[in-house]
């Protein structure tokens, strides 16, 4: 924990500076995690305030201040999950396979060709972006925060809820999936 | 692990270096603060008017559950039973019953030797 059970506490009751410190304390963390699964720079911000909200209404549903971590981070994954769907009805009329141009990023990115660096970024996350279009929003956040955040199956399984094993099958599926996808890529001849 | 799960490993670690932590700006705090209280404004309200609506529901409930109760008093002597339901039906009375009538007698005789033994 980043911070005090008892600031929490504080926080549940209404203390707008004991909010305040929780929010100073777990804002770069949350940011980078919502970074990782979103893959937008430019909406980060705009998602992790939508976490600290939900956080102030919700403060007083939280058990104790023990599960805190994984409440904050199941807050996350939800406002993740609600902005990648609006992203995807948004860019539903694009195409969904991994198109000509996302072929090209691939070459590049195996290529290596000394481009410069946060074009570089930018094309890492497009080319994910793309992969991760042939698994729903859920496994891809789901995938995320295993591969990508690192997070233990003990720690997904208190953020969701859910059995070790229903996490395990539905991680294999999704890596699978993305596997697929990323084969395809290499079969077009670009990687 | 096959060659190609190595290789997803690899781009995974690749997406995590292309997606950095990033630090909050500085409208992070105050933006958050206004949205939370922009959030309060729209609860605040909605509290407001949804506790008289509940009272005005509760009341137009218990208005309708009483008014079924009178209702149901008046209603049972003509519709008790099946039975009496049908019997109360007037539609038969309407219904039409038609039925061939014969208006000239004569084109519908018997052939003569009928009636001669008939008429004998």
């Known amino acids: ?191 | 692990m096959t060659d190609g799960d190595y290789q997803l490993d690899g781009l995974f670690q690749r997406y995590r270096a292309a997606c950095p932590d990033v630090d909050a700006g500085p409208n992070f705090m105050p933006t958050l603060w206004a949205k939370i209280e922009n959030r309060r404004g729209f609860a605040f309200t909605f509290e407001r008017l949804a506790k008289p609506l509940m009272t005005v529901l509760a009341a137009v409930c218990i208005l309708l559950f009483v008014l079924n109760l009178t209702g149901v008093g008046q209603n049972n002597s003509p519709a008790a039973s099946y039975t009496d339901a049908l019997a109360a039906d007037s539609s038969a009375e309407r219904t039409y019953y038609t039925e061939a009538i014969r208006d000239d007698p004569s084109r519908f005789q018997a052939p003569v030797e009928f009636r001669h033994s008939r008429s004998r």
Not at chain 1, 21 to 33: H, N, S
């Open chain 1, 1 to 191: 924990m980043l911070i005090e059970q008892e600031l929490i506490e504080r926080a549940r009751t209404g203390d707008a500076g004991a909010f305040n410190q929780v929010v100073l304390a777990y804002r770069k963390r949350i940011l980078g995690t919502i970074s990782r699964l979103i893959g937008r720079p430019e909406d980060v911000e705009d998602v992790a305030q939508e976490v600290f909200v939900r956080l102030y209404y919700s403060l007083d549903q939280l058990r104790t201040a023990e599960v805190f971590e994984p409440w904050l981070y199941r807050l996350t994954v939800n406002a993740a999950y609600d902005y990648l769907r609006r992203v995807k009805r948004r860019s539903e009329s694009r195409m969904a396979d991994l198109s000509e141009h996302q072929v090209m990023m691939a070459d590049s990115i195996a290529g290596g060709r000394q481009e410069d660096e946060e074009r570089q970024r930018g094309k890492v996350r497009e080319f994910m972006d793309a992969l991760f279009r042939h698994v729903s929003e859920e496994d891809r956040l789901l995938l995320t925060l295993k591969e990508v955040e690192g997070l233990s199956l003990k720690e997904l399984e208190a953020i969701y809820g859910a059995k070790e094993n229903a996490l395990k099958v539905r991680l294999f599926r999704a890596r699978q999936r993305v596997l697929k996808a990323y084969s395809a890529a290499k079969e077009a001849g670009t990687l």
